[in-house]
């Protein structure tokens, strides 16, 4: 069973994986039991025990039944939790349709809504008009430059 998980380092046996992600972690009170893994972050999903996603890693010797072929999702949308109480299998599609959208970029911009899908757009406006008019700037200093140096 513990062979599916990709990324998993082989030495660990379900007792010693057990064992190994609950001394890497903490219980919120949210009732999250929040995992540490190889990175610093806080929030974002984690690798332990070789390269293994630590919620899929939990899921496979927590709950059990673990099938590769769909995604383990957060039901407290917390991606850093592994309390076996908070993840669940669905189909990619199913896990796409079941995130939770920001309503504001991380610029604190609102995002506006896609008339094609109506989601969220995944990209917000100013910010790209802005990293857009950036890129013009540096592109525009750029050739500047290899103006001013150039010899004939």
Not at 23 to 38: D, F, K, M, N, Q
Not at 57 to 85: M, S
């Amino acid at each position: 069973m513990l062979s599916q998980v990709t990324g998993l380092s082989r030495h660990f046996t379900e007792e010693s994986l057990k064992a190994y992600l609950l001394a890497r972690s903490e219980r919120l009170p949210t009732g999250c039991l929040i995992v540490r893994g190889y990175g610093s972050r806080r929030g974002v999903h984690q690798k332990v025990a070789g390269r293994a996603w630590a919620h899929v890693a939990a899921y496979a010797v927590f709950v059990g039944g673990y099938r590769p072929d769909l995604d383990v999702h957060h039901v407290c949308e917390v991606a850093d939790c592994i309390e076996p109480t908070h993840l669940r299998q669905l189909s990619h599609a199913e896990n796409c349709r079941q995130r939770r959208q920001q309503p504001r970029c991380r610029n604190g911009h609102d995002r506006e809504v896609d008339p094609t899908t109506g989601r969220l757009r995944k990209v917000c406006r100013r910010c790209n008009s802005e990293a857009q008019k950036r890129w013009r700037e540096r592109r525009a200093a750029e050739v500047a430059a290899a103006r001013a140096s150039y010899r004939p």
